[in-house]
């Protein structure tokens, strides 16, 4: 016999070995309806005790909703609403009541809800700077916030779409009288507060131009210290986003 021969056998034994054939030694359960029974009754037990404890926390929150950007705009300027927006003679305050059913722990958290706002926008989505939230003015890199990247020939920072449409409603919560206390920090991922703002970036240039988008930013505040900063760049994927402002403590 050949070496070439040999290898041939060789070839053709390793062919139709065990496992090329799926004839290795394994495990066949036979699934009778004794065995079904008992693995659903065995699942079961696991897991009704959990759904109920969820259930039984589900039901202990309390959820209020109140929508007032209806209610809260004069009749003249249901229509247009943009105008009235824009329009810096019009106060804009707004008083609202509302009944709490619930006795409700503290804290409190508040959070705001945009529809039909899609962050999930190629262009929205693009139009931020990762380094320059961390670096500041020392990072130059910000062709990727257009069309908000500069502003008389100056940086602007943060910039980007994301940044510039910051919501800038505030509120004010009242029981009994008395003002209840509102609490901005910790909103926010540590993750975020840690590795993705540097501690020595402070908003420059920020709604200086001609067409304002949302709030402002205080540039004697670091932005690391704007946690509402923080929850805006969470990008969501759906039409409605809710994001939280801060939370109440009495």
Request: hydrophobic content about 35%; some cysteine.
């Amino acid at each position: 016999m050949t070496d070439t021969d040999r290898g041939t056998q060789r070839d053709r034994h390793s062919a139709f070995s065990l496992f090329t054939q799926q004839s290795l030694p394994a495990c066949k359960p036979v699934l009778t309806p004794e065995w079904v029974i008992m693995t659903f009754l065995f699942i079961g037990f696991i897991f009704i005790p959990v759904g109920l404890v969820t259930l039984r926390a589900s039901h202990s929150v309390v959820e209020i909703v109140e929508r007032y950007d209806i209610g809260c705009v004069p009749e003249p300027f249901r229509i247009d609403k943009v105008s009235y927006i824009q329009d810096d003679s019009i106060p804009k305050n707004c008083s609202l009541s509302f009944k709490v059913p619930k006795y409700m722990k503290a804290p409190i958290y508040i959070y705001y809800q945009l529809d039909n706002y899609y962050q999930n926008h190629r262009r929205y989505v693009k139009s931020r700077s990762d380094k320059q939230l961390l670096h500041g003015q020392n990072e130059h890199g910000i062709s990727s916030c257009q069309p908000v990247e500069v502003n008389n020939d100056r940086p602007i920072i943060p910039c980007g779409l994301i940044a510039w449409s910051l919501f800038n409603d505030t509120f004010t919560f009242i029981r009994n009288r008395a003002e209840l206390k509102v609490n901005r920090k910790n909103i926010a991922w540590k993750s975020d507060r840690g590795h993705k703002f540097g501690k020595n970036v402070y908003p420059f240039n920020f709604q200086n131009g001609t067409l304002i988008g949302g709030g402002k930013l205080n540039p004697t505040i670091p932005a690391l210290r704007r946690h509402e900063l923080f929850t805006m760049e969470l990008k969501k994927p759906f039409r409605v986003i809710r994001q939280m402002k801060f939370r109440l403590t009495f």
